[in-house]
């Protein structure tokens, strides 16, 4: 049976962790469905600092590296080599610094010294030896002043500052290139000097990854999984590209007032790649006519719409093999559970935590301003306080990455209440959605309908969503979306849906399975066969239309 190629084209920055993104389990249960088609390999080109990720993506969920290939550079631009010499070599430092080390012995020094003043004054019978202890005790003293690097320190700290408005216009432009240079290699996202340099390192690995792919000349057609590389309308052969959504022109200014330049640079890549394009594909019908049609102008007939298929998370926490597997499978849960607290927003509180049967209400995703989180913490918070619930509310953001949400954690004291723990494993997470008495999604734009309903439906889990046009194209039935979605523009609508569905979790988790079952009909290999179906059609009508020109 002669084998078809098809490409995937992947231009992820450095340092993101697929693991951790959607579209990263996406390629990975893409890449799954692909697996049961002998007749078809998908060849992948990524950046040279991808493919160690990719390797660990697909180690994390169990994708066999047998079913397609892996293109990239050789080696990693020398800036990034460089950059991450530096922050291993930070990691180590950090771990046992030297000034650490400083602080430690100076302690163990002075407790010393103060024991031995304790005890001289304590065995002290007369003028004379206290008089010995005194001058003792201000030997010692002087000696610590001249041994301490840290005194020492602020002693030259404390001269400077009294000396600072006859040499303030002197250092001044030194401390500002000092601090520019720390915020450069504490946060080198946010700076645009980082930015432009990453651009131009952006364009020169495209490049060269557009070299490989002129060489791979047995690839049929290519297919990028998001807009986010204008590079990828320079490929010559046919190609598709996805649009999952824009939620950058749908929540402009939120994004903007988290990442600046680097957002509206990110914006105009999608618009460029976007624009560019002559073939699409699309999760969900809503997309397709609002945002590529309306926005964008693009022609209907070039968009095919290829719903998602069902999440399935069981496979991670089931167990077999026992007289009860169900409760075998609730104690593995409750002990993945047990290690996802040590990944706590909240270690002083969670590395004590010893109730890992607590209760609590579940949501995963990132913080990004259409994930609509704060509205979530509205809602909990007044659960919590005036309707009195007992469940604490899981997250997987990470809160630094919102200042909103951090200060509304603060602010309203829910350090021990509000968990966010980042970066589980798929078995943790699947072990959350498990072990939730609810699982709650208020995300007020996404490309398809969320992952969160199969997700958590796969392991006998309700949910309640926001009732988003995405979401109703698949969850068509009117009883179903009577007890699934609320408004998400209301914070209290959603606390009331979430203390219904509390309330009638059994009824609720009822009628969803049932909706369930019928989705879980459709499989990833159905996806995969559809994205053939349009990589086919577009090598034969494009390479017609080559042939015309």
Not at 172 to 193: F, H, M, V, Y
Request: charge should be positive.
């Amino acid at each position: 049976m002669p084998v078809k190629y098809f490409g995937i084209y992947l231009a992820y920055a450095p340092g993101v962790d697929l693991r951790h993104e959607g579209l990263g389990r996406y390629l990975a249960a893409f890449l799954k469905g692909a697996s049961e088609r002998e007749d078809v390999r998908f060849v992948l080109v990524c950046p040279s600092w991808s493919k160690e990720g990719l390797a660990e993506l697909f180690e994390s969920e169990g994708v066999s590296k047998a079913s397609f290939d892996v293109v990239a550079p050789d080696k990693e631009p020398m800036v990034l080599r460089l950059y991450e010499a530096y922050k291993a070599r930070k990691e180590r430092r950090a771990k046992s610094s030297l000034m650490r080390r400083i602080s430690l012995f100076g302690n163990s020094v002075k407790m010393k010294f103060f024991d031995r003043v304790e005890r001289r004054l304590v065995e002290a019978n007369s003028y004379s030896d206290m008089f010995s202890v005194f001058i003792e005790g201000f030997l010692l003293s002087f000696l610590l002043v001249l041994v301490s690097p840290l005194l020492l320190i602020g002693m030259f700290c404390y001269f400077c500052f009294l000396m600072k408005p006859k040499f303030g216009s002197f250092f001044k432009p030194i401390t500002k290139k000092i601090a520019r240079l720390r915020r450069l290699l504490r946060t080198p996202k946010d700076d645009a000097l980082v930015l432009r340099l990453y651009n131009g390192i952006a364009r020169v690995e495209a490049d060269r990854m557009l070299k490989l792919v002129d060489g791979l000349s047995h690839v049929k057609a290519w297919y990028s999984p998001t807009a986010f590389w204008p590079a990828f309308n320079k490929i010559k052969a046919p190609r598709v590209m996805c649009v999952p959504d824009v939620v950058l022109s749908d929540f402009p200014v939120a994004f903007s007032t988290i990442g600046g330049n680097r957002f509206a640079q990110v914006f105009y890549d999608v618009k460029s790649a976007i624009e560019a394009g002559s073939n699409y594909i699309t999760y969900s019908n809503a997309v397709k006519w609002s945002t590529l049609v309306e926005q964008f102008g693009v022609r209907g007939s070039n968009v095919s719409v290829i719903h998602h298929a069902p999440n399935d998370l069981s496979p991670w926490v089931a167990v077999n093999g026992y007289p009860d597997n169900e409760s075998t499978s609730i104690n593995y849960c409750e002990q993945l559970f047990k290690s996802a607290l040590k990944r706590s927003s909240n270690p002083d509180y969670t590395s004590g935590f010893g109730n890992v049967k607590v209760d609590f209400i579940f949501y995963a995703s990132q913080f990004r301003p259409n994930k609509n989180v704060i509205s979530l913490l509205r809602a909990y918070e007044s659960l919590l306080r005036k309707r009195l619930i007992k469940h604490k509310l899981i997250l997987t953001g990470r809160p630094e990455a919102s200042s909103e949400v951090k200060s509304f954690i603060k602010k309203h004291h829910l350090e021990n209440d509000v968990l966010c723990l980042h970066g589980l494993s798929i078995q943790q997470l699947a072990a959350c959605y498990k072990l939730a008495d609810l699982v709650v999604n208020p995300s007020l734009s996404e490309g398809g309908c969320p992952f969160t309903f199969t997700e958590a439906l796969s392991v006998s889990t309700p949910v309640v969503m926001a009732r988003i046009p995405v979401s109703e194209e698949v969850l068509t039935d009117p009883e179903l979306q009577d007890v699934t979605f609320f408004d998400p523009y209301s914070w209290e609508d959603i606390a009331d849906k979430i203390e219904w569905a509390l309330d009638h979790r059994e009824h609720v988790l009822k009628v969803q399975s049932v909706a369930y079952q019928s989705l879980a009909e459709r499989s990833w290999a159905n996806v995969v066969d559809e994205h053939i179906d349009v990589l086919l059609k577009i090598s034969k009508t494009d390479k017609v239309v080559e042939e015309v020109a």
